[in-house]
């Protein structure tokens, strides 16, 4: 579980009322290509691929209302990280976390991983302060752990911003 829904089930225990979608996050290290294959099986529809394996991958689907945001989180020697793509302008930024392990929860009745260093993962992504509601929030300026690192080449576009109708 990662962050809003992690902030959802840290904060009040349950999903943000407010909120927009779902929010999982998976170490990159364990993507497997299959994965799109299973949730479309699965009944979901993917509404977007973002990134590459390699860099800022991030992967939405749809299931009936509900929005699933996968995160992938790349490890680095003092920290761990995930990416975001902007759409519209082909922006790169990059969330930086301090190391974290996962451990087991319940949450609405589901096993489910998240970090094991909970207020730590939420303090990089919300602030001192993550236990006031915020109901306007920006992806790209309000987590006090992003950092706007560019642009996707203009070759990679096609490949980097892939958006797909669900409807």
Same mark, same amino acid.
């Given at each position: 579980m990662s962050s809003g829904t992690c902030l959802g089930w840290f904060r009040q225990c349950d999903i943000i009322p407010y909120g927009m979608d779902v929010d999982l996050g998976i170490w990159i290290k364990d993507y497997n290509p299959k994965l799109i294959a299973w949730f479309k099986m699965s009944g979901f529809h993917l509404?977007?691929? /973002?990134? !590459? %394996?390699?860099?800022? &991958?991030?992967?939405? /689907? %749809?299931?009936?209302?509900? !929005?699933?945001d996968l995160f992938f989180f790349y490890e680095e020697a003092d920290h761990m990280w995930n990416g975001g793509t902007q759409a519209k302008t082909g922006g790169k930024f990059k969330y930086y976390f301090p190391k974290f392990?996962?451990?087991?929860?319940? &949450?609405?009745e589901l096993k489910i991983r998240i970090p094991c260093e909970t207020r730590d993962y939420i303090e990089a992504n919300y602030g001192k302060n993550w236990f006031e509601p915020v109901k306007k929030w920006d992806w790209k300026k309000s987590p006090p752990n992003v950092v706007k690192i560019g642009q996707w080449n203009k070759d990679e576009l096609d490949d980097v911003i892939q958006m797909f109708d669900v409807h």
């Amino acid at each position: 579980m990662s962050s809003g829904t992690c902030l959802g089930w840290f904060r009040q225990c349950d999903i943000i009322p407010y909120g927009m979608d779902v929010d999982l996050g998976i170490w990159i290290k364990d993507y497997n290509p299959k994965l799109i294959a299973w949730f479309k099986m699965s009944g979901f529809h993917l509404e977007h691929l /973002f990134g !590459k %394996v390699s860099d800022s &991958f991030q992967l939405s /689907f %749809v299931y009936g209302s509900v !929005k699933l945001d996968l995160f992938f989180f790349y490890e680095e020697a003092d920290h761990m990280w995930n990416g975001g793509t902007q759409a519209k302008t082909g922006g790169k930024f990059k969330y930086y976390f301090p190391k974290f392990t996962l451990c087991w929860t319940e &949450f609405l009745e589901l096993k489910i991983r998240i970090p094991c260093e909970t207020r730590d993962y939420i303090e990089a992504n919300y602030g001192k302060n993550w236990f006031e509601p915020v109901k306007k929030w920006d992806w790209k300026k309000s987590p006090p752990n992003v950092v706007k690192i560019g642009q996707w080449n203009k070759d990679e576009l096609d490949d980097v911003i892939q958006m797909f109708d669900v409807h």
